[in-house]
């Protein structure tokens, strides 16, 4: 329009007109795009400290501006100068980006188009005579250029600033890692200072980070002092990087184990990173690990039986403890890596190799007895016990113990021997003693059976008071009998051939009879002897001879203690049908000593 109002004609306002247009294209689309995106964001990018910058940033271009386009009847700042804007285009281009350019473009073509002051003033190039059309179009020109200009700025200032917000992304992401990691986090300058450190250190060790920021590594190392950890520094200089394993002190004075993963960063700032990794619990493990492996390999080296590992297949020990080479002569040398079959002796390889096959199917071996061969051809009586050690259910090797049973073998047969003298010592004494009870038993019969011959014979001749003499010879012999008979079944007792025949026999009978037998012994001491039976016939189940030598001896050792009075047996019943015999004197009894 101001161009028409002018007399300019229609070819020129058509020029005029269509690079009005093409630049009104150039600036709506960036507009609509930028604008249109996201305009909250566009709104609350600006801040006062902004605007501070903008106006400093106008004053500084507008005095650029009255230099380069100096005119001598314009008074600065009294008069607009149209190219003074170029700062309302290159600020926003560089601080705010592609919106706060858009912007600044929107409201000086604003000023552009609708002012007819700008058309009249000087171009750049061109002094103020040149024609109005031609000033009009270099002005659209320069415009076009300077939005052109200030976009291609507002793009690679863009592109900067997109750089470091993500940038800025990355660092806070890397600080939130850092800050939640499980693991503990440095970062340490040359000379050893903290001077970053993460919540998960700060949990470890007990300290807060403000404590821990005016530390150095020399502060919390437990392992290495000062000079060892600047050496340390300059190594991981050197290296670039290092792996090692360390011990820190806690706050409470306790011990941290740590893994350490130290990297040297190159630069300005010439920093470490150091990420901790807590293994004190993985070290305590450890240590307990070794402790029992040390103790297993102390009780199986050092263990007094012979331990031996053979593999299933070639039967190749891979193997052994010391007493294995202590009892056989060998060293490990030449015991591991060689057949166990060398190591039996030939007395007992057949067997060997039996016992071998039975592993292989079974698996197990249990008290087996075999031979080793000594290094010097001697042998060693061995017990076998072997259990398998499988993989998905194969058998891959053996633990065997062999167990040293030559002394007991040896004292076994020693005992054996001992065994057979005694029982021919025991023969000898059964067949001494019973060759004495006959030796005796024959003269004291033939004694016997004189003196009752001889009273036989002598009946109508002898008085009344020297019967006593044929009884009292009675007497003495029978007496004398069962002496040896005592002795004999002692003897037999002793060595465990007493014979004893169990039946059933009728007690108040053989109570009645002995009674009789001790009748006239009874009287010789003047002694009444007496049965009484509170049972009537009754039987038991026991050996018969032994039970008469039973009631016997206590009935003879009751008349021997007894000076006078009488000497009562008595049968009768106890509790639950028991029988029970008693056989009481009038005799010195028994001492309490005895008795308890």
């Not at 270099?138 to 200032?157: C, D, K, P």
């Not at 300290?207 to 502060?219: A, G, H, V």
């Not at 002394?407 to 059964?430: G, H, P, Q, T």
């Amino acid at each position: 329009t101001s161009v028409l109002t002018r007399g300019a004609s229609f070819i020129e306002s058509w020029e005029s007109w269509y690079i009005s247009d093409s630049l009104g294209i150039l600036l709506v689309g960036p507009f609509i795009v930028s604008w249109i995106s996201n305009v909250k964001d566009a709104i609350t990018y600006v801040r006062s400290k902004k605007f501070i910058e903008a106006v400093a940033f106008f004053l500084v271009w507008t005095i650029i501006s009255y230099i380069l386009f100096y005119q001598p009847n314009r008074i600065l700042l009294l008069a607009f100068h149209s190219y003074m804007l170029v700062a309302l285009l290159a600020w926003p281009a560089v601080r705010f980006g592609m919106r706060g350019l858009t912007l600044a473009l929107v409201i000086l073509f604003i000023i552009a188009i609708g002012s007819t002051e700008i058309v009249n003033l000087s171009s750049p190039w061109r002094g103020a005579n040149t024609d109005i059309t031609r000033r009009l179009l270099e002005n659209q020109i320069f415009l076009i250029f300077l939005a052109f200009v200030s976009y291609l700025m507002s793009a690679i200032y863009s592109g900067r600033m997109r750089a470091e917000s993500s940038l800025k992304k990355s660092e806070e992401l890397y600080r939130t890692i850092i800050e939640t990691a499980m693991d503990g986090f440095w970062q340490v300058d040359k000379k050893g200072r903290l001077l970053m450190v993460n919540e998960a250190y700060c949990r470890m060790t007990g300290y807060t980070k403000k404590e821990l920021l005016s530390m150095q590594i020399s502060d919390l190392e437990a392992n290495e002092n000062a000079a060892a950890i600047s050496e340390h520094i300059q190594k991981v200089i050197s290296l670039g990087e290092d792996r090692f394993e360390t011990r820190h002190i806690h706050k409470d004075f306790g011990f941290i184990d740590f893994e350490v993963n130290a990297q040297y960063r190159q630069g300005e700032n010439e920093r470490f990173v150091v990420f901790l990794h807590d293994i004190t619990e993985h070290k305590t493990t450890e240590e307990a690990l070794l402790k029992s492996r040390t103790k297993y390999f102390d009780l199986y080296e050092n263990a007094p039986d012979m331990f031996i590992s053979v593999d299933s297949e070639t039967a190749i020990i891979t193997q052994c403890n010391k007493a294995v080479a202590e009892k056989t002569g060998y060293t490990k040398e030449e015991i591991i890596g060689h057949p166990i079959f060398e190591m039996y002796h030939p007395d007992s390889l057949e067997n060997a190799k039996k016992t071998f096959m039975e592993f292989n199917n079974t698996g197990e071996l249990k008290d087996v007895e075999l031979q080793l061969r000594k290094k010097d051809g001697s042998k060693i009586d061995i017990m076998l016990n072997a259990t398998a050690v499988r993989k998905n259910g194969k058998i891959l090797y053996s633990r065997s113990i062999l167990r040293d049973i030559t002394e007991r073998k040896k004292f076994e047969l020693e005992l054996i021997e001992s065994k057979e003298k005694a029982e021919s010592a025991n023969r000898l004494m059964d067949a001494f003693i019973a060759n004495i009870s006959h030796e005796i038993r024959t003269p004291l019969n033939g004694i016997l059976g004189m003196s009752n011959l001889i009273k036989d014979l002598l009946n109508d001749n002898i008085k009344k008071e020297d019967e006593v003499l044929f009884e009292g010879v009675d007497y003495s012999s029978k007496r004398l009998i069962r002496t040896v008979d005592m002795i004999l079944n002692y003897s037999r007792i002793q060595v465990g051939t007493f014979p004893v025949y169990l039946e059933k026999i009728n007690l108040p009978s053989i109570c009645i009879t002995l009674v009789k037998e001790y009748i006239l012994t009874a009287k010789l001491k003047s002694l009444e002897l007496s049965f009484q039976n509170n049972c009537e016939d009754i039987a038991v189940f026991a050996d018969e001879y032994s039970i008469t030598m039973a009631i016997s001896n206590l009935i003879d050792n009751a008349i021997k203690y007894t000076i006078k009075g009488s000497v009562n047996v008595i049968l009768h019943k106890g509790k639950n049908d028991d029988m029970i015999l008693d056989v009481k004197d009038t005799g010195i009894g028994i001492d309490k000593e005895y008795l308890d």
